[in-house]
């Protein structure tokens, strides 16, 4: 029996190298290609480094990232803003609509983003003309293109701690509703709001449909647009890109490591990747 | 004390109605949002799919569907999700039982499914432009090829730029998000079942066609429905690499939006949009039904 056991790890150790190797070469050849092909033209990375210079050479792009920045952060904030409060409340007040919340949060799920952006349309008509067509008006759009992956992160969140005592708790101690939230179911439920905060970021950060079938700009817009003249330049710019998106989603990954009891999210499924 | 228990009830049961309604003002933001922003737009998604261009009803757009252009569109949509879905699921399950052989905490394995984590989210421009700098017309890969071993990828037509290069380059997100989904079925597999079968004399073949091949046969399945999903509603990756001709549903769309040329048609986008919804909702409806399946044995 043991030596039936030891040729089976044997040959699981050989099968384990042999796909590793072959898919690790698949997935690691389009980034070293992207190392070599923006490598290049020696002025390249100097230029993207340099921020000044930068905004001088190539300004629908510096436009492009400070866009994307932005609204990374601020849809981070109405994220929170929205989602955290209501799904307090939904437990503590209203537990018979948790359902629909749920559903209403997880509905984006199945509207893929090309078909959500032919909707939005007439709405941004009105966005338009009450608030102007900045780029940052496209926070909107995007709080709800996140609303399946923050819900999950902080609905775990929530039901890793007891919501109910705690909010009963401070209220017999005579705090109001804004310090229970503010005070103390938050500090509580702080890492499930830093990873629906880093979900948020990472998706933002890589949206290209709704920004650019809504004519505003981002960081994706514009390294398509690069793309049509200086290749090199919007290689570069990518591997970038894909570079702060690694960092942020393994800060992630570890922060779900570290907190094995509440479950974070793993990256959610069904969506197009970062688009 | 007495007192205090005795005056509960009677506080609470003074004005419930009221209580009931200023509890439903604290959700009201929210569902003021989602409503703006997610319910109107699907529903003009929905009642556009069946309105003509002057208002009123027509099933003029829906027909349209019918037409062979659409009908291309998304027959190659279709095609281009199962082939990516089907190739992403068998790799991302080779790679994800490599990953459960080892050891759980394992930094192989951490490492693996964290990068799966990364690589799952990756797609989109960035995605069509690592692909161009790797077998593009000037690509790393491309010339490396032509100079060293005088091959040239492109002998044949360059075919990046259309459904087999769409399908490479789809497999690059599709293979991680499956290992993702599949990792925690195979992990449900309990090594108890193996010396099962040993002891009572089943060989290696017997275990996984009669045992584990039926018992992860939902869940592969399901993932397979995901992955399909996943790709179907893809629009970016396709829409920096494809600039000429529509050959997809969602680049039809894109068109449809950007040049309303074609009186009488501009609402053909939307039934083309609620298309694409109906695909996506069988897709996970049949998903949904298959998970409840998987977490029976697997859970």
Redesign the interface.
Known sequence: MAGVIARRARKQRVFRWAVLTVLGVFFLLPLVAMVEFSTRDATTWPALVDWPELSERYPALAEGITASLLQAALTALLMLVLLVPTAVWVRLRLPRLRRLVEFLCLLPLTIPAIVLVVGLAPVYAWVTYFLGGSSLTLVFAYTILVLPYAYRAIDAGLSAIDVKTLAEAARSLGAGWGTVMWRVVLPNIRSAVLSAAFLTVALVLGEFTIASLLNRTNLQVAINLLGKSNATMSVAVSLTALLLAFVLLMLLSLLGGRRRTSAVVAPAPLKEPAA | MAEIVAAVPQRVAKRPRLRGVT??L??V???A??T???I??????VI?AFAGDEGGATLANVKALGDSYILDAFGRSIALSAISALVGAV?GA??A??LA??KPDGV?R?V????A???????????A??????IGLS???TVWLRDTFSVDIFSGGVWLFELPGLTLVYT??Q?P?MV??FLPALDGIRPQWREAT?SLGGTTWQYWTRVAGPLLAPAFLGSTL?LF??S??????A??LVSQGSPLV?LQ??GA??SEVLLGQQNV??AM??G??IV??VV?ALYTLLQRRTSKWLG
């Open positions: 509890a439903l604290g959700a933001p929210f569902f949002y989602v703006i922003f997610l109107i737009p699907t529903l003009v998604v556009g790799l080779l790679l039982y490599a052989t080892a192989l951490r693996v499914t964290a990068a984590g990364v690589l799952a989210q990756f797609g989109g421009v960035t995605l432009f690592a692909f161009l700098a790797t690509g790393f890969l690059y997100f293979i998000l993702i989904v040993e995901l999903a996943n179907f509603s893809a629009y970016a990756t829409a920096a969602p769309i894109r939006i950007t986008g939307k949009a609620l694409m919804v996506v909702s996970m």
